[in-house]
């Protein structure tokens, strides 16, 4: 089973701020991971499939890259309404698909 | 815009058993693959299962094989998930969600407990 592990576990920017999120593989994914945002009480949201495509509808203020076993979520500069928690997922080597222990980006 | 809609889930004894269903709209239902997900309070994503779009393949987290069934009617699009042998910790909300989990429904919290 593939392990996937998110740092930091939480991290507080302000507003405006750029937010950099990490997540590393046990193993090579190739490309194939993605990046969900989760609101209280909100099923998860798709952002980033394939490492860096960003999902329908998703602002362009958030980019993802890296391939491997090391990715980066990027959100270029925060809105009040990306204060969230967000969640990696493999989908290399399935199943399991397997999803990292999230991210929370809080409020500073 | 597609829709996918849990329900089924309540309150139920350790050992006890629950179907739930997620109905599904506006998409080519029985082309696809689904997915149950589920979240215990507090804590993180877990996925549970994958079923094929015909219905022939299904896959399981450890977790839950032997004791959960996935299954799907094409024709009412609909995706079931069948929880026997109950324990504490399948407390959580169950998420049906699409073959590239692009597509979430809202969720149905089921509880294990006495």
């Known amino acids: 089973e593939i392990v996937l592990t998110q740092s930091p576990a939480t991290l507080s920017l302000s507003p405006g701020e750029r937010a950099t999120l990490s997540c590393r593989a046990s193993q090579s994914l190739s490309s194939y991971l993605a990046w969900y945002q989760q609101r209280p009480g909100q099923p998860p949201r798709l952002l980033i499939y394939?490492?860096?495509n960003r999902a329908t509808g998703i602002p362009a203020r958030f980019s993802g890259s890296g391939s491997g076993t090391d990715f980066t979520l990027t959100i270029s500069r925060l809105e009040p309404e990306d204060f969230a928690v967000y969640y990696c997922q493999q989908r290399s080597n399935w199943p399991p698909y397997t999803f990292g222990q999230g991210t929370k980006l809080e409020i500073k | 815009d597609v829709q996918l809609v849990e329900s089924g889930g309540g309150l139920v004894q350790p050992g006890g058993s629950l179907r739930l269903s997620c109905a599904a709209s506006?998409?080519?239902?029985?082309?696809?693959?689904m997915n149950w997900v589920r979240q215990s309070p507090g804590k993180g994503l877990e996925w549970v299962s994958t079923?094929?779009?015909?219905?022939?393949?299904?896959s399981y987290a450890d977790s839950v094989r032997g004791r959960f069934t996935v299954s799907r009617d094409n024709s009412k699009n609909t995706l079931y998930l069948q929880l026997n042998s109950l324990r504490a910790e399948d407390t959580a909300v169950y998420y049906c969600a699409n073959g590239w989990f692009d597509y979430w429904g809202q969720g149905t919290l089921v509880t294990v407990s006495s």
């Open positions: 394939d490492a860096s």
């Open positions: 079923i094929s779009g015909s219905g022939g393949s299904t």
């Open positions: 506006r998409f080519s239902f029985g082309s696809f693959a």
